[in-house]
């Protein structure tokens, strides 16, 4: 098994344009997570799904930001009408989703810069 | 709201010696996990030890151990023997059924 994976790890755009991401989870992990992390900080809890349901969303997530996991395999998150401020580096992470079974792990991220 | 506090910013530590990351979080569930992370420089995050908050005998493995303190919501992660690579940003984080949240972390040097 490779891992949690990410697509792009970096990503350059300008102002207004929509951008996508894409990750990967563990193939046996049933829950996928989405947070972003700014420089210095934590990481920030945007969504997560179990198997194909979005099951839970941040008030950090907002109208811009979709997600999807539509076979509960692989996740694309999408940010519409891209903002300087949604620049940072967006991670991805999955886990078992078993009461003793939590732990998540993480992807290398995608880098977002937004000009 | 659930809170996750790391009240260092930055630590620093010879290399072979001992120390320990504070870690602090604010909650009202009985059931939950709470985790430490690693995160080295440009390198993605990894977990270094998790807790379940029924147990309460305290996680370890190998050089990295907890004080997990229930009653006081405190979850301090012990490094001995510390080595180069164990710099890294440190992050605590807190995992209950609604809701999963990172503290800001802790910046670790090891000084050779």
């Known amino acids: 098994d490779t891992g949690v994976s990410q697509d792009p790890r970096h990503k350059i755009t300008k102002r207004g344009q929509n951008v996508t991401f894409r990750c990967d989870p563990i193939?046996?992990?049933?829950?996928l997570y989405w947070y972003r992390q700014t420089l210095g900080q934590g990481p920030e809890f945007l969504t997560y799904?179990?198997?194909?349901?979005?099951?839970?969303k941040s008030r950090l997530l907002s109208d811009r930001f979709s997600a999807e996991r539509p076979k509960g395999s692989f996740s694309t998150l999408e940010i519409q009408r891209t903002e300087q401020g949604d620049s940072a580096m967006y991670l991805c992470?999955?886990?078992?989703?078993?009461?003793?079974?939590?732990?998540?792990?993480f992807g290398p991220g995608t880098r977002l810069l937004v000009l | 709201a659930q809170t996750v506090t790391q009240s260092q910013p930055e630590m620093s530590v010879q290399e072979a010696e001992t120390v320990t990351l504070s870690c602090t979080y604010d909650?009202?569930?009985?059931?939950?996990?709470l985790f430490w992370y690693k995160q080295p420089p440009s390198r993605q995050m990894i977990l270094v030890i998790r807790?379940?908050?029924?147990?309460?005998q305290n996680a370890t493995e190998n050089r990295f151990s907890v004080n997990f303190q229930k009653a006081a919501k405190s979850f301090s992660l012990k490094i001995s023997d510390s080595q180069l690579g164990d710099a890294a940003m440190y992050f605590c984080?807190?995992?209950?059924?609604?809701?999963?949240?990172f503290g800001a972390g802790t910046r670790l040097t090891v000084k050779p």
């Open positions: 992470a999955s886990s078992l989703g078993l009461r003793n079974q939590e732990t998540q792990y």
């Open positions: 909650t009202s569930e009985s059931d939950y996990y």
């Open positions: 799904f179990q198997n194909e349901a979005q099951l839970e």
């Open positions: 193939s046996e992990h049933n829950r």
């Open positions: 807790q379940e908050a029924y147990k309460q």
């Open positions: 984080a807190y995992r209950s059924r609604d809701d999963m949240r």
